[in-house]
């Protein structure tokens, strides 16, 4: 019998996996949970006899590629496919898939949640500054990047966007003032919200060039993923600076110093919680095991990312 696994470390919400649960019986295929799981090995143990899996951040590495000897597709419930090793999944002729645009009113919403407690002191009661009037600029436009344009401009906040990507003549399709360069958009902004995957090109790309251009009591807002800022650059704007702020989901690796020398200047999550929402986790596990139903029964490669 077809076997579906779902392997999430960070477990969806409970109806989540009672919805992806349904979808998978009704296809008549095997469903399997492993949550929470503590140690490689288990994982590993798990993937042997899957044909398709449904992970979240989970690592799928060569190691669980070759260990996964009848698996025909990995669906990352989300967005970025960062940990989900392509080349190896590829040269066993597996597919690779995501769920664009599933949770990305989550991830929005804990962008603009975020903004707001910094702006107002951490809550902590001492008088703070509102979103309104205030320009907010973001680093590439993909799904999230919309959501949260829409929610800024619910705030009347002012949107900027900077996207390499997205050709001039679509640009005007969008409710957002396009600048041509990144330069322009750290310039301008008093908010910048960071929305691009973490691959070559991006990690380390929110540098000290970047930063430094920033205006008086600038906030850089990182949803995407650790990786993407060049920590070094940020400590040494953060020492020049003392009105530039942080706040990210999730944690940098100079989190302990950066929470120790900057107090109200910085705010990181626990653990990566932009997408940790039930509606998140229903929209895109529905979504994961609606798209393993129609590959393995009707060939249907739609999402696929590793072509
Ligand atoms: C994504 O890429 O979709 C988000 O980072 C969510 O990741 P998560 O499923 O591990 O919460």
Redesign the pocket.
Known sequence: MTKVLVATE?PFAAEAVTAIKEIVDHAGFEFALLEKYTDTAQFLDAVKDADAIII??DQVTPQVIDAAKQLKIVV?????YDNVDLAAASAHDIVVM?TPGQ?ANA?AELALGMMIYHARGLFTGKPGSELRGKTIGLHAYGNVSKQVSRLAEGFEMEVLAYDPYIEKEKRGLFDCEFVDTAEELYSRCKYVSLHMPANGETKSSVNYALLTKMPKNAVVVNTA?KEVINETDLLRIFEERDDINYLSDVAPDCAAEMLEKYPGRVFFTPK?????TGEANVN?GIAAANQIEAFLKEGDRTFQVNK
């Open positions: 960070k979240r951040s990352r419930a989300g967005a970025g995501n949770n991830v993923r990566k919680m932009g997408a940790q895109a």
